[in-house]
């Protein structure tokens, strides 16, 4: 029967592309792990990227450091994309350790900013974490109070006892955490409830819906209140108009970060806009293009 042979035959095509796709993607999957290996060891394919955050004054009061690799070959790596290799590898570790050295460094030649990190919960959830985040802390004689570790909710949905038992501990030793994408994740209440924190971050998707969508404007002013009666702070992130910058000033946010103020860049830039311009909204991104 010619019917049933055609499929038959399209399907072992079907099934053998893609196994073949399935080969090829784990063999690139190997070879970005080896390559993060050494880009690890030394060179500069990794670096960070800075991005500010503004008083409602639009004065920096700190930056969040943001990875970059660029590879080799195949140019700019996605950052969730390396991240989700160093996790499968536990490259994470050192890669984790290699942030927080550089956004250590950071902070020390910016003694007037807070710099904020990005954290992994597969990090959190090494035993050796908290212990190593202090000592490189220690040793680098900057004020632990300065260094804010974003974590996001997500990192919370497993283990939730022993990684609040860990973020407390951070917070004994004086480090600041802030809960990143808030809203995003799993019962946000909750882990507002179980884990004590300094920050909410407000996720980007509820910013970009300010003026548009009626429940999500209602979300964010409510999410502001419900912080602030909870004795944290406040930041919204991915603020990119004028008049979403307007609306979470009127309701009483603390901090604010997004394209409108800057994007993320290199630290010889950020000195461009830092040094010259305290007014962040200020800094038109045509004058880091120029520096650019
Ligand atoms: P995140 O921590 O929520 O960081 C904010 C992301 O939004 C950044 O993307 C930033 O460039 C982007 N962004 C900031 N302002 C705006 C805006 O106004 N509009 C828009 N459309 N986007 C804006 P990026 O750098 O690609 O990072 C993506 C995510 O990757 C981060 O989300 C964070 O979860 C993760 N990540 C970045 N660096 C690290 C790191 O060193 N370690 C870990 N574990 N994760 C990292
Ligand atoms: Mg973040
Ligand atoms: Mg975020
Ligand atoms: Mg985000």
Not at 27 to 37: G, I, K, T
Not at 75 to 87: H, L, S, Y
Request: net charge negative; hydrophobic share 45%.
């Amino acid at each position: 029967d010619i019917a049933l042979y055609a499929a038959k035959s399209a399907g072992r095509d079907g099934y053998r592309l893609f196994s073949e796709e399935l080969d090829r993607a784990s063999f690139d999957r190997d070879r970005l792990r080896a390559d993060l290996e050494a880009a690890l060891e030394g060179g500069d394919q990794l670096r960070l990227v800075y991005q500010v955050k503004v008083g409602i004054d639009d004065v920096a009061r700190g930056v969040e450091a943001l990875l970059r690799w660029q590879h080799p070959v195949r140019g700019a790596i996605p950052v969730q994309d390396t991240i989700a290799i160093a996790e499968e590898t536990g490259l994470i570790i050192p890669l984790g350790a290699w942030v927080l050295r550089n956004a250590l460094a950071f902070a020390a030649r910016w003694p007037m900013l807070t710099v904020a990190l990005n954290v992994s919960p597969v990090q959190l959830r090494h035993p050796g974490y908290v212990a190593s985040v202090l000592e490189l802390i220690r040793s680098s004689e900057v004020a632990r109070g300065r260094i804010e570790l974003e974590i996001t909710e997500t990192a919370l949905l497993e283990d939730n006892e022993s990684i609040a038992a860990k973020l407390a501990c951070l917070r004994a030793g004086g480090l600041r955490i802030a809960l990143d994408d808030f809203g995003t994740g799993f019962s946000s209440l909750r882990h507002l409830h179980q884990c004590a924190v300094d920050r909410i971050k407000i996720d980007r998707s509820f910013v970009a819906a300010i003026g548009q969508s009626e429940k999500a404007t209602a979300i964010v002013r409510a999410v502001i209140q419900l912080g602030h009666a909870l004795g944290l702070q406040v930041t919204a992130e991915g603020v990119e108009t004028e008049a979403q910058r307007q609306f979470l000033v009127e309701a009483h946010i603390d901090e604010l970060q997004g394209y409108i103020f800057a994007r993320p860049v290199d630290e010889a830039l950020f000195m461009v806009g830092g040094d010259k311009c305290r007014r962040w909204r200020l800094v038109a991104d045509d004058r880091l293009d120029a520096a650019r």
